[in-house]
């Protein structure tokens, strides 16, 4: 978030997650800052323009929590950028009002890994806002001491408020899609499922990676006592772990009684953990305005590599251009005590190939 000041009125730039929009236009310039948006400062929740009714009544409510759901949107924006930057679909943001553009349209892969990398990244915000009393509703995490924690280390150092940052998301990023109604059996309503299927796993995979860390205390550092507490995972760790998901997400399809089931019954049904998704993917080799697809004329590829950042895969056989290119990097590191590393810029000149 940015605060801008003009003609005595104070603008928030807020970033959402491109769940939560609907119809708003980009703000500035989409390479730089692609997921953010500027709504007047009063009132600030009448004028961000994409919350639905209630996401509008619950941010009045909770003005201050609205940063924290602009960071956890850029939080997971830049993951998914990371975990698919060797991929053909490389999780691009574009000029357009739902970030993703007209991909976020089709009920794929693609799209059950962005609703669950934004709902993880709202819960890993608050959470975190939370035990920085930066919230006025919560504060320190009360979560109750673990069964196997030992008898003589201590519970209660402030930890990051799972169960708040938890809630909050579900009730926020899910009203969206709760305030739909749909005919049941209708793609619609399909869709529908989808995305707070998809809402939960990403929460609930932040859940499943939080764990208990402690700090030692005692005369040089003998740790004759432990404080310990609750303790989200590096984001990182739940990118990795949704990005597994996504690899096994489950096609699913509307059974006769308008509720999803499986595809392919000879596989296990998936859990609320899991990803799922109804539509097929594009191949996201070509430029395709329907589909969303911005192709992959121009993505650098790995020449040697066979995975799909490769120029084979990447290229979409289409074949690629080499040139040379000069990249500079760090060199001649050397540890000085005490303690640091002091290193020197090196230019080289190396090959890169450039799918044609």
Not at 286 to 296: E, I, P, V
Request: hydrophobic fraction near 30%; aromatic fraction near 8%.
């Amino acid at each position: 978030p940015f605060l801008s000041i003009k003609n005595n009125t104070i603008a928030l730039i807020v970033c959402v997650p491109p769940t939560l929009v609907s119809s708003v236009s980009l703000a500035m310039n989409p390479l730089l800052i692609p997921e953010a948006y500027i709504i007047g400062a009063q009132p600030l929740c009448s004028q961000l323009v994409g919350l639905s009714q209630g996401q509008k009544k619950l941010c009045q409510l909770y003005q201050d929590h609205m940063q924290y759901i602009g960071e956890g949107a850029k939080t997971g924006i830049r993951e998914c950028q990371y975990q698919f930057r060797h991929r053909r679909w490389n999780c691009s943001t574009v000029d357009n009002s739902s970030v993703f553009g007209r991909v976020m349209q089709i009920g794929s892969r693609e799209t059950a890994f962005t609703y669950a990398i934004s709902a993880a990244g709202v819960v890993n915000a608050v959470s975190r806002a939370c035990r920085e009393g930066e919230l006025s509703s919560c504060g320190c995490s009360r979560a109750a001491r673990p069964k196997d924690l030992p008898r003589d280390w201590l519970w209660g150092g402030c930890g990051d408020n799972l169960n708040y940052g938890y809630r909050f998301s579900k009730e926020f990023v899910d009203a969206r899609e709760r305030e739909k109604s749909y005919p049941k059996g209708t793609a619609e309503s399909a869709r529908l499922l989808m995305n707070l299927h998809n809402n939960e796993a990403g929460r609930r995979t932040v859940s499943d990676l939080a764990h208990v860390s402690c700090k030692c205390h005692g005369v040089s550092g003998s740790c004759s006592l432990k404080t310990c507490w609750l303790q989200l995972a590096d984001f990182r760790k739940v990118g990795d772990a949704l990005k597994e998901k996504y690899d096994s997400a489950a096609s699913m399809k509307l059974n006769s009684r308008g509720k999803m089931v499986q595809m392919h019954s000879k596989f296990n049904p998936p859990t609320s953990h899991d990803l799922v998704y109804i539509d097929g993917s594009p191949d996201y080799c070509l430029l395709n305005h329907t589909t969303g697809s911005l192709g992959t004329v121009g993505r650098l590829c790995n020449k040697t590599s066979e995975g799909m950042d490769g120029c084979e895969l990447m290229c979409c056989g289409r074949g690629y251009d080499q040139y040379k290119a000069q990249v500079v990097e760090r060199c001649h590191c050397k540890f000085h005590w005490c303690c640091y590393v002091k290193c020197k810029r090196c230019t080289k000149t190396v090959d890169q190939f450039v799918c044609k």
